[in-house]
C-alpha cells in the first residue's frame, strides 16, 4: 500500500514534504502576507512605483487614464480595475501574484500549494470582489479566484472585457448572467458550471439583488494574463 505523503521538517523555504515513493519535495515558501486592508493592492503599486523610479505619468499612460486616477488608486481611494492592474505587472515586468503576496514563488517541480478556506489574499476589483488562491505561486499557468459579484448592469463592470487563453468558472453560490458577445445572455445558478474560450468578450453580473460567488480558474498556457476590454460595438 502506497504511504501517504509527510512531514518531515521544516526548512527556511517552507515545509519539505515526502511523497509516497519517499522523494522529498519543497513546498512553496509560505508568502508574507500583505495587509488586506481596502488599498492595500494601491499602496503596492506606489512601493513598485517608487521603487523604480517612476512617475505618476509614466503609469497613467500605461493605463491610459489621469495621474489623478493612479494617485486615487495608490492612496486607496479609487478601486483599481483587473485591465489596468494586468497592464501594470507586464509595465512593471512582475507576475499578477506579485500584488498580492510578498515572496511568491515560481511553479517548479514537486512544488505545491494550499490555500485554506477564507485564507485567500482579498482585494476590490472595480468589476467584482476577488479571492486570489495561490498567490504564493507566481509565473503559473492557471489562475485560481473565488469572485463575488454583485454588479446588475454592463455599465457598473465597464462593459465586456477578454483575456488570453481559457476559462473555467463555477458557482459557488447564487446566481449570475453570463454575458458573451457571442451569445445571448446565460443565467447560471449554484451548481453550474461552464468552460468557455477567454478570448471571446464576457462579463459576469449578479442575477439578483444578492451577490453571488464564483470560482474561477483562468488557464493562460505560458501567455500574460491581461484583460482586455472589448470594443465599443462589442458590448451589445
Known sequence: ????????????????????????????????????????VG???????????????????????????????????????????????????????????DNSAPLSRGMRSVSRRGEGVREH???????VLSADLSRKDMHPAINTISARTLEEVGGL????????????????????ELYAPLTLNQGDSIYFDGGVAHAYLAAADEPARILVVVSVDGRPLELVPAAPGENG
Do not use: N, W
Not at 521538517?9 to 517552507?14: F, V
Not at 476589483?125 to 479571492?131: H, I, L, Q, T
Open 161 to 180: 472585457a477578454r483575456h488570453a487563453g481559457e476559462e473555467f468558472l463555477h458557482v459557488l453560490d447564487g446566481a449570475i448572467i453570463l454575458h458573451s
Open 43 to 101: 499602496a503596492r503599486i506606489a512601493e513598485l512605483r517608487k521603487a523604480r523610479g517612476l512617475t505618476l505619468t509614466d503609469l497613467a499612460q500605461t493605463c491610459g487614464v489621469s495621474e489623478s486616477t493612479i494617485s486615487r488608486i495608490e492612496h486607496g481611494l479609487t478601486a483599481i480595475s483587473a485591465h489596468h492592474l494586468f497592464s501594470l505587472a507586464r509595465f512593471l515586468g512582475i507576475d499578477i501574484a506579485d500584488f498580492f503576496a
Open 125 to 131: 476589483f472595480a468589476r467584482y470582489d476577488v479571492e
Open 1 to 40: 500500500m502506497a504511504r501517504r505523503p509527510g512531514r518531515i521538517g521544516k526548512g527556511r523555504g517552507g515545509v519539505a514534504e515526502k511523497d509516497g515513493a519517499g522523494r522529498r519535495h519543497k513546498a512553496a515558501a509560505t508568502p508574507a502576507r500583505r495587509d488586506q486592508s481596502p488599498g492595500a
